[in-house]
């Protein structure tokens, strides 16, 4: 089974940044997509960003300007960049990936996004 593996979450101050890695066990251009999402205790997880196979970038508008996704293809890899963190970017941050047409999709166990003083 394809796995997703996400590491570089910890606490931060605000207006502090962090990288948020995703390494998948397989070609991640297989996939339509790879996206991160996040879900902060008592609330819904909600997307965050999206990188498609072509490159093309979406963001959730409020962390547009602030986060950046990426990847590198040959590392089967994607990144999250979060620069100017505020609370309430506080949540367990997942990876995605999102299959092609006919697939299911796969999640990584998350990692724990804290943006405290």
């Known amino acids: 089974q394809v796995q997703l593996v996400e590491s570089g979450g910890g606490l931060v101050q605000p207006g502090g940044s962090l990288r948020l890695s995703c390494a998948l066990t397989g070609t991640i251009l297989s996939f339509n997509a790879m996206a991160w999402y996040r879900q902060a205790p008592g609330k819904q997880r909600e997307w965050v960003a999206r990188i498609f196979s072509g490159g093309v970038t979406g963001y959730l508008d409020s962390v547009k300007g602030r986060f950046t996704i990426s990847r590198d293809n040959a590392k089967n890899t994607v990144y999250l960049q979060m620069n100017s963190l505020k609370p309430e970017d506080t949540a367990v941050y997942s990876c995605?990936?999102?299959?092609?047409?006919?697939?299911?999709?796969?999640w990584g166990q998350g990692t724990q996004v804290t943006v405290s003083s």
């Open positions: 995605r990936a999102e299959s092609r047409w006919g697939q299911q999709d796969y």
